[in-house]
């Protein structure tokens, strides 16, 4: 589904990405986790294609065609969804009629007519509803003066309304209380299917005790340096990142 | 003579056409005055970048153009139909309609109007009506009189003289439009509109002015308007002339104690478009809010020059225009505040907020306080951006398309002074005129 090939990305001459390759199957749930300043964030601006992130190096092919070639909005035509580590606040634009404009997008791409608007508020208080998120969020402006949790919550039903095949989670999890924490995921995990691939960063283990990962890859120094199941993210929890930096200077030292 | 002046024979010959035109009932009393200000004209001249007021606008192509009056022809009404279809729609109100600067009585209010509104043109000046209006056509601008004040006075034509009774309430807004698409270069178009808002009455009145067409006109309307004690008034100015064309709106306001004045002004561009508003709080507690949006495109200019006189104690006064600029155009904004000192407990307030959405597109903001009084509040606030890149991505990561997402996004910042000011269908007809207004002409080639 998603195949992440020597890809090197910079950001103002600064080099990020080091010839990162990652390769997620549909159906899967993988996780990338690694230290402050490994390129998690990068990475998944990259792929959504955010401007300011040159490529250097590389290529992603998704679903056999090339990512990297195609507009934000068309990655998101192709079912490509990011949700973001920080949701943008957009005073004066409604969040309901914001959710319905994406939604139609994507509809239209696909040669679908417009959601009439009783079906769209039945389908958005169905997921609201799912993730306890207050319905007068949708009368406000898109995140204006939601807290920490609601933004999150927010992205999350977005990417339930849109339906995406593959989704990337942007430290999800981060600014959540541990019952914000169990709604997000039993959302994602709602949307997880033999059709879909879920890419998941972040920080810590905690999320994936309830967003269960097939695979889990450190990124270090902008490269997938290790990979494993769940049990690598405990033992990360555990020990830290320290004894992987090891394992790599070792290796690096026995190459030379 | 104004040495402006470089056209002054084809000025001439156009106002002894236009004198010779005048068969209204208003002719006999109006001719000396409009001989007497084409001559003030005459030494005034066009108002030149020179002068301060006026370093932003720049009129001075009227001084070598061959100005013609639009003459009184009956004007051919299929012609208009569209135009005042569109205008009207989405918004019940009384009608005042002018074609070409010619009253429409077909699609004018006639016998239908409330009790308690009167409305007179041109055509039913009487010799009462016109002692009250002499003094109001004579009168002195208070802070700075230019030529294009004679100019109307001069060619005054559509005039329309509107007169709400004491404690009256009018259930619909009145809305007068005036329609242009002339086929023929350089018209001058000068409608005079005078209110009188009696004590206690309340009443909103929308103004409209739309054009079509390729050929470059000129209108240059003045207006003034009485408040009276206790009455309010809501007015909604609506400047959607076609490309080329030129507007200056002479906007003079006097209100009494207690009263209220709201101006929403909305400008959808113009090759040139000028409004200066004078509003006078001549009474105690009186309270005024001026606001406006402009969205400009292609090499329009807007300048929206405001003066707010504080006379009296506790008066109150709110400013609030947002312009969204793009391509070559520019926008203006001066919000003059003079405080007398007699003018205690004061409280004004002003924001102009700017969205560039092009790197040619200009934007100048000119707060400029004068305060005699010692305990006053008086606040004013002014920002230059640009679109918020991480929004625009944001939508677009939706799905959004760049070009609505674009739409959305500035449709957002213009409307938050229609969300503040207006209600109902007053907010939704202006806000149908913004978006459409966003939808056409604000495409890729705009950042």
């Known amino acids: 589904m998603l195949e992440i090939k020597n890809l090197s990305a910079e950001v103002a001459g600064h080099q990020i990405l080091n010839s990162l390759s990652l390769n997620v199957p549909a159906g899967e749930v993988h996780a990338i986790m690694g230290p402050n300043g490994s390129g998690k964030s990068t990475l998944a601006h990259v792929l959504s294609g955010r401007d300011g992130y040159e490529v250097t190096g590389g290529d992603v092919k998704y679903r056999g065609q090339s990512l990297l070639e195609l507009e934000p909005e068309e990655r998101a035509h192709e079912g490509v969804f990011l949700a973001f580590q920080y949701p943008v606040e957009i005073p004066g634009v409604n969040n309901a009629y914001f959710l319905r404009s994406a939604l139609n997008a994507a509809r239209k791409h696909r040669g679908e007519d417009e959601i009439d608007a009783f079906d769209f508020l039945e389908l958005i208080k169905s997921k609201m509803s799912m993730l306890e998120m207050d319905k007068v969020l949708l009368d406000r402006a898109v995140n204006e003066g939601f807290s920490g949790g609601e933004k999150k919550r927010n992205e999350i039903l977005q990417m339930l309304v849109l339906e995406p095949t593959c989704a990337i989670l942007d430290e999800t999890d981060s600014g959540l209380d541990i019952d914000a924490l169990r709604i997000v995921a039993s959302g994602v995990n709602a949307l997880r299917s033999p059709e879909r691939s879920i890419l998941v960063v972040t920080h810590y283990q905690r999320l994936l005790d309830y967003i269960v990962p097939d695979k889990v890859h450190v990124l270090m120094d902008g490269k997938i340096v290790t990979s494993g199941d769940k049990d690598l993210a405990l033992k990360l929890e555990d020990q830290g990142y320290g004894w992987i930096e090891k394992e790599v200077n070792q290796e690096i030292r026995a190459e030379a | ?447």
């Open chain 2, 1 to 447: 003579m104004n040495p402006s002046i470089e056209n002054i024979s084809e000025l001439e010959n156009a106002h002894a056409a236009f004198l010779a035109t005048q068969e209204t009932p208003l002719k006999p009393w109006a001719e000396k005055l409009q001989q007497t200000a084409f001559d003030e004209f005459k030494t005034q001249g066009f108002p030149s970048t020179k002068e301060d007021n006026w370093r932003y606008t720049n009129l001075k192509h009227w001084a070598q153009e061959s100005l013609a009056f639009a003459g009184e022809a009956k004007p051919d009404l299929a012609k208009y139909q569209e135009l005042f279809d569109a205008t009207r729609a989405g918004l019940d109100a009384y009608h005042l309609v002018f074609a070409n600067g010619v009253l429409v009585h077909e699609w004018s209010e006639g016998q239908g109007l409330p009790q308690g509104l009167h409305l007179h043109s041109a055509a039913d000046v009487d010799e009462g009506l016109w002692k009250k209006l002499q003094p109001v056509l004579e009168k002195d601008w208070r802070l700075g009189a230019h030529g294009l004040q004679s100019l109307n006075k001069a060619f005054m034509q559509q005039l329309v003289v509107i007169e709400v009774d004491a404690d009256i309430s009018i259930d619909k807004p009145l809305h007068i439009m005036h329609l242009v698409s002339t086929e023929e270069k350089n018209r001058i178009l000068s409608p005079r509109l005078v209110v009188w808002q009696r004590r206690g009455a309340k009443m909103t009145l929308v103004e409209s002015y739309v054009g079509r067409g390729e050929e470059r006109y000129f209108t240059n309307s003045m207006t003034d308007i009485f408040v009276a004690e206790s009455a309010s008034l809501k007015h909604l100015k609506i400047q959607a002339e076609a490309n080329k064309a030129n507007h200056y709106g002479g906007l003079n306001i006097e209100q009494g104690a207690a009263s209220r004045y709201e101006l929403f002004s909305l400008a959808t561009g113009a090759e040139v478009l000028r409004n200066d508003v004078q509003c006078v709080l001549a009474g105690e507690e009186s309270y005024c809010s001026l606001d406006g949006i402009s969205v400009l495109s292609g090499s329009e200019h807007v300048d929206n020059f405001t003066q707010i006189e504080h006379q009296q104690e506790n008066t109150v006064s709110r400013e609030f225009y947002k312009n969204v600029v793009g391509g070559k155009a520019s926008a203006s904004f001066s919000g003059k505040v003079y405080v007398h000192p007699e003018a205690q407990k004061t409280d004004a307030a002003q924001t102009n907020k700017n969205l560039l959405t092009s790197k040619q597109a200009r934007a100048n903001t000119r707060p400029q306080l004068e305060i005699y009084a010692d305990d006053v509040k008086c606040a004013h606030g002014a920002t230059v951006g640009q679109l918020d890149a991480n929004a625009l991505f944001y939508l677009r990561s939706r799905g959004i398309t760049d070009k609505e997402a674009r739409r959305m996004l500035l449709l957002a910042f213009a409307n938050e002074v229609a969300d503040r000011a207006l209600s109902g269908t007053l907010h939704d007809y202006v806000q149908s005129i913004v978006n459409d207004r966003l939808e056409h002409g604000f495409g890729a080639e705009e950042s």
